[in-house]
């Protein structure tokens, strides 16, 4: 079991910065890559970035690519994922989940095993 608490969701203005974090924890959180996924109303949950469970390694979606950076820190029996996105705009309005997946770097919702509850991203004028 991999338990996920995401924070740091707010209002930003376009242009602006936030960075977004995932506690997780559970005894073998370790062993999984972690990734972040975002919704908004009426559509699909989309792929944002992911990081393997080093953090050696990240993906990102081509939307993000460039304006958002996600980190993961090892400290412990628990995990913490970052994502720090820059050069907001209107179209990153969303929900952001944090996701646990056991193969790591996965871009697809069903690769994804454990969720958070979510934090509500706003970016306006």
């Known amino acids: 079991q991999v338990q996920l608490v995401e924070s740091g969701g707010g209002l930003v203005q376009v242009g602006g910065s936030l960075t977004l974090s995932c506690a997780a924890s559970?005894?073998?959180?370790?062993?999984?890559?972690l990734g972040w996924f975002r919704q908004v109303p009426g559509k699909e949950r989309e792929f944002v970035a992911a990081?393997?469970?080093?953090?050696?390694?990240?993906?990102?979606a081509d939307s993000v690519k460039g304006r958002f950076t996600i980190s993961r820190d090892n400290a412990g029996a628990k995990s913490t994922v970052f994502l720090r996105m820059n050069s907001l705009k209107f179209e990153d309005t969303a929900v952001y989940y944090c996701?646990?997946?056991?193969?790591?770097?996965?871009?697809?919702?069903?690769?994804?095993?454990?969720w958070g509850q979510g934090t509500q991203v706003t970016v306006s004028s």
């Open positions: 990081t393997t469970y080093s953090g050696g390694s990240t993906k990102y």
């Open positions: 559970g005894r073998t959180v370790r062993r999984y890559g």
């Open positions: 996701a646990a997946d056991l193969n790591g770097l996965g871009s697809t919702v069903g690769e994804y095993e454990y």
